[in-house]
């Protein structure tokens, strides 16, 4: 027998950080895009990643990583990888995994010689991105289609998430960041109300979660609106378990309320809104008096001075109403006296406006939309009016509704009503937008130009967004198809879309050869999609498969990292290094991070031998198209990067001293270090060290950059838009429609209310194991711990009440028909008294189809399978919970 | 010597399971077997609309008396300096006295098939070569070298702290001296070293 001694040396187990060498990298498993490291080490003679710890230096995850952060490096092993450019076998139908290697040369010679034999011209392409293209290559997909001619680009996150919901904040408070949007301050708020997020919180978004936990630790209230109990939502101390759809209504309801109760910030609203602008109505509608310049911008609005009892005018665009446009103060009165008139006009304020506006939505109003009850949606308010700081969440992912971008828009009003940005508990603007807004306003007051991808909030989509709206932007005169389909809706006498931003709007129609632009038909023959799995993430799944395998398409190349369902059908496939391999090809700030910061990856482990980065392959295409020189100055105009070095670079990476990432990513570092006072190799070395630096911290800016009570925001005035400037040039420019009413109005769900015993309202939403519609439940840790819990994440909720009724018991496959289309779908039950009785519930996150993806393929329900083509008119935000679903055993 | 013990907060935990994950490529558990060291319950409770979900991460409570180390009859299962209940691959005969014994049920028999699949997985960088019961190690091998256990230094709800529960300043000292945090069937007389608060 050994000693004790022996026995606990034998017994010492190891772990797998030991030894290990920690490599900073961006996470890459759900937007957030939080701070990690990769540990390291040499096994079997290789560099391997064993471990991945949240990056303890991050302001944004704090040093946390969730269950996908976690398990993620196993994505760089999974014996699936791509890793060898493939072609289609002649002969076989796109959809059949039946591929030949290549060389990348054979690959990129091919994708040419079929551009060629299918006589594609640069508008009859269109570029496809996923949420990775977005946050990582806009300034190399951007620059791409304009130097190139292509104007489309389809991007995954739009019409789900970002302009199918963060709009809606954004037309009040003028933000817009890719993807993350603002950081609720959970941490300092008081009373927490959140609306169809369990996404953006418990499902999981680690920087807002590590800040939640605080919340909860702390003791604050936390109200949750959603028709089940989500993870978000059994956190609440009062869950409310809303009407689908109806959110809207107890917005307005909690707004009436607190205008009537003065439960609002008085001075914020005077200070800082255009609640005290003068208005007049003219035929039914509410209009500001101002005055505006050619351009269409604001010069100046009216208030009533409270103090003098005066008329002045403000100016036009500002962050405050403290100070005319003489310079003199002011104190704007919120409303003016009954009779008041100006020039003979009836004239309110804005404020009184909303208050005749919101009469209606009373609590009993609100009770009969909502299914809460009213004395229930009363005492929120009133708990919501009288604690500070309160807070709504601003929510996140959208889609589900016509009506989202209204109710995203409510969210905002009410944060507004509490004064609640960039203060303590409120919604806070990120370090790097702060930066831009900064730039933006010094450029503006010097008369200069901003780069695009330096335009603060809105300004970036409106700009960037509007030039492939124009077909003057273009020398061949065709703007994106979206926009050429919704000017072939108006002349159709149909409302098309207005600002059908990166956009899958009329794409199946140009494929189809229906869409008509001058009279010609405007097709579109070739896609080159980037991290995009549109088989998966768009709606529905026929419709994409029907793009993709039609005859007219003459060309699909899919840059990706495993065999998502949709690379199975491309006729090329370049397979792209992971976020553990690579070296990116630029310097980013820290997503949401209230520190002004930058950050990057660094490759931990060796890239795959054959695999490319993205850079590398756009580079590679823009040679071929022969735009190689106007793509560097195009690079350079979008970021400010300096022309010269960039010539440099590229000209090494052309001469096969370095590759094209290595070339974009020296000139990244330069400019920054430029910036910073730093040499590069100090950038380099210290964010080596760190993974993230920290360039100014939030207590530093808030000091002099703080929005509204220092600087103006990106909407048309300035201020925060209770009343919606940007929606009232789209009443004038497209006539009115309740979706963009600039006041405040409501838009009930298109839902039928007398459904049938099998009928149901249909909801989704996401699992923390697995990002919406993602190949990363392609993972053999995730999917043990997804199917763990098999009736909550892969079920279809259905309440125990009605489930009797119909005979279904837990673990039973029903079938699920959506009312409205007619698809259909199977799925297990998981009976719950979770869940509403009038309404079901799946998750978007599994049913992957393609074999190759071993773990996920087969397990679980697409949402894509069940959900139509409809799309709401502002954005074409897809309608993703806009019917009623029969379920039968 | 610190006395080292876990608090889990379950008023912040939202079932997310980072620690699940974490623990599984720290430790290298068979979670191909759906066999892990901590997991997280997922309580539903109540009818509609009054209806409670809770989340509980269970992990082993490293008891002051364990009763798993009393029954091991090879002494496999013994107190590591920390005070950590360890068990010895080596010794250890696989005859799962201990997983009667433990009443929490914290410990799983790491099988011929998992240590092959853990080979064909990790290649020569697997932990665990040989059959065994096996069990949280309170992540001993980082708990040594200064860091928290990997399921506490991932935790976005910051749930789960780890210290030295002598400590008063220490943060699960304070929350166990104050009364807060009680550990779990403290009738059964183990006295665990984790602690939750409800």
Known sequence: ?889 | MSRYGMVIDLRSCVGCQACSAACALENQTPYWSDKWRTKVMDIQKGEYPSTGRYFVPTICMHCEEPACMTVCPSKATFKSDEGFVLVNYDTCLGCKACMAACPYGARYVYDKKDVAQEKEVYGEASQHKKVHVDKCTFCQDRVTRGLEPACVSTCPTLSRQFGDLDDPTSTVGKAVSSGLAKPLRPDLGTKPRVYYIY
């Open chain 1, 1 to 889: 027998m050994s000693s004790l001694k022996e026995r606990k040396v034998a017994a010492r187990q190891t772990t797998s950080s030991r030894d290990v060498e920690w490599v900073p990298s961006i996470c890459n498993f759900c937007s957030t895009v939080c701070n990690v490291r990769v540990g390291v080490k040499t096994i079997d003679g290789k560099k391997t990643a064993v471990k991945i710890e949240g990056n303890p230096n991050s302001p944004l995850n704090r040093g946390k990583t969730c269950a996908r952060g976690q398990a993620g490096l196993r994505q760089t092993y999974d014996a699936q990888r791509l890793t060898i450019p493939l072609i289609r076998v002649s002969g076989s139908k796109r959809g059949e995994w039946n591929f030949r290697p290549a060389s990348w040369e054979e690959a990129y010679g091919y994708v040419m010689s079929k551009l060629e034999e299918h006589q594609v011209r640069p508008w009859e392409m269109s570029m496809v991105g996923g949420w990775t293209s977005c946050v990582f290559y806009m300034p190399l997909a951007l620059s791409f289609v304009f130097s190139t001619g292509i104007p489309n680009i389809v991007a995954s996150p739009m019409q789900q998430c970002v302009a199918a919901g963060h709009f809606g904040n954004d037309l009040v408070t003028g933000n817009f960041n890719f993807h993350d949007e603002v950081l609720a301050d959970f941490e300092n708020a008081k009373y927490i109300l959140l609306s169809m997020t369990n996404s953006g919180v418990a499902a999981a978004s680690t920087s807002r979660l590590v800040r939640f936990a605080e919340a909860k630790k702390r003791g604050a209230k936390v109200v949750v609106l959603d028709p089940r109990l989500s993870e978000t939502a059994a956190k609440a101390d009062e869950w409310l378990p809303i009407k689908p759809g109806t959110d809207g209504a107890f917005f307005l309801a909690l707004i009436h309320i607190m205008l009537r109760k003065d439960l609002y910030d008085e001075e914020f609203l005077i200070k800082h809104t255009n609640m005290p602008f003068l208005a007049l109505e003219n035929q039914g509608m509410v209009v500001p008096l101002m005055e505006s310049d050619e351009q269409g911008f604001p010069t100046s609005f009216r208030v009533l001075d409270r103090i003098s009892g005066e008329v002045r005018q403000l100016p036009g665009y500002s962050n405050t109403n403290a100070v005319d446009k003489e310079g003199k103060n002011l104190v704007p009165a919120l409303e003016v006296p009954p009779g008041f008139t100006l020039d003979g006009h009836k004239v309110k304020t804005i404020f009184q406006y909303m208050l005749e506006q919101t009469a209606k939505f009373t609590p009993a109003w609100a009770e009969q939309e909502t299914g809460l009850p009213a004395a229930t949606i009363e005492r929120i308010a009133l708990e919501f009016g009288q604690t500070r700081p309160a807070l709504v969440d601003p929510g996140w992912h959208g889609a589900r509704y016509e009506n989202i971008l209204n109710t995203r828009r409510l969210q905002a009003v009410l944060q507004a009503l509490v004064g609640g940005f960039d203060t303590p508990g409120g919604w806070l603007m990120s370090g790097e937008y702060h930066e831009k807004l900064l730039a933006f306003l010094k450029a503006k007051q010097e008369g200069k130009e901003v780069p695009v991808l330096s335009l603060p909030g809105l300004q970036f989509p409106l700009t960037a967004a509007g030039k492939f709206f124009n077909p003057a932007e273009w020398s061949h005169g065709h703007p994106s198809f979206a926009m050429a389909k919704s000017m072939a809706d108006k002349a159709e006498g149909k409302p098309g879309v207005i600002f059908p931003a990166f956009s899958d709007y009329g794409l199946e129609e140009a494929v189809e050869g229906k869409l008509m632009f001058n009279g010609e038909p405007y097709r579109i023959k070739a896609l080159l999609m980037n991290a995009a799995n549109p088989v998966r993430h768009f709606y529905p799944d026929t419709r994409w498969k029907n793009i993709l395998t039609h005859p007219n398409m003459g060309l699909v190349v899919a840059i990706d990292i495993v065999p998502s369902d949709t690379a199975a059908y491309a006729d090329v496939i370049l397979p792209n290094q992971n976020y553990i391999e690579r070296d990116e090809p630029f310097l980013y700030g820290a997503g949401p991070a209230t520190d002004l910061a930058l950050t990057t990856r660094f490759s931990a482990v060796e890239p795959q031998p054959q695999t490319k980065g993205t850079a590398d392959i756009l580079f590679e295409f823009a040679i071929g198209f022969g735009a190689l020189d106007k793509f560097m100055e195009t690079i350079s105009a979008f970021s400010g990067y300096d022309l010269a070095e960039i010539k440099e670079e590229v000209g090494k990476a052309t001469n096969g001293e370095q590759t094209f990432t290595q070339a974009i990513r020296s000139v990244s570092f330069k400019h920054h270090a430029r910036n910073l006072g730093l040499t590069p190799d100090q950038l380099e070395k210290t964010l080596r060290e760190k993974g993230v630096l920290v360039v100014e911290a939030k207590e530093k800016l808030m000091e002099h950059a703080a929005i509204c009570r220092q600087l103006p925001v990106p909407t048309p005035s300035g201020r925060i838009e209770i009343y919606s400037l940007l929606l009232a040039g789209f009443v004038r420019q497209e006539g009115y429609r309740i979706n963009w009413d600039p006041g405040l109005v409501y838009m009930p769900p298109a839902l039928n209310q007398e459904k049938k015993p099998d009928e149901f309202f249909f909801t989704y939403g996401k699992t923390p194991t697995v990002s919406y519609a993602s190949t990363n439940s392609n993972n053999p840790i995730l999917m043990a711990l997804s199917k763990a819990k098999e009736d909550e994440f892969m079920g279809l909720w259905i309440h125990p009440q009605r489930a009797s009724l119909l005979n279904i018991m837990t673990g039973d496959t029903v079938t699920v028909e959506n009312c409205l289309s007619g698809q259909k779908v199977q799925i297990n039950a998981f009976v719950t008294e979770m869940i509403r009785p009038d309404t079901v519930f799946m998750s978007s996150s599994f049913g992957t189809e393609n074999p190759l993806l071993k773990y996920s393929s087969g397990v679980g329900t697409a949402l894509n399978r069940l959900v139509p083509y409809q799309v709401e008119p502002i954005v074409s935000a897809f309608k993703t919970q806009e019917f009623t679903v029969r379920v039968t055993k």
